[in-house]
């Protein structure tokens, strides 16, 4: 299973999107690097506030890997954008 680390990027606990970098690691050691965003707005409508952002963004990995390889998850993306591949995301994520 593939390692992932998930760094929040945003000097400003109150920046809105905050920004992410999330590193994630192959069984083979090879590497992909994501830098990702999400809205205050996402972030509240999927966790209610019960999870860290950090958690959902690596949530939000684990459903992906699920579904593609590391070296097809765009570069760089808005959380919100992986509703528009996979319409189950925030059915998913929500339950967690």
């Known amino acids: ?14 920046a809105d999107p905050q920004q992410f970098q999330v590193e994630v ?20 409508k999927l966790t209610g506030g019960l999870k860290s952002s950090e958690e959902l963004v690596k ?13 097809s998850i765009l570069p760089s993306f808005d959380l919100s954008e ?5 319409p189950e995301y925030e059915t998913l994520i929500s339950a967690n």
């Open 1 to 14: 299973m593939a390692q992932i680390n998930v760094s929040l990027l945003s000097i400003d606990p109150n």
């Open 25 to 44: 690691v192959g069984e083979d050691n090879s590497k992909t690097t994501h830098n990702v965003s999400l809205s205050k707005d996402l972030y509240v």
């Open 59 to 71: 949530a939000s990995f684990e459903f992906l890997l699920e579904r593609e390889p590391k070296e």
């Open 82 to 86: 992986i509703q528009k591949y996979y």
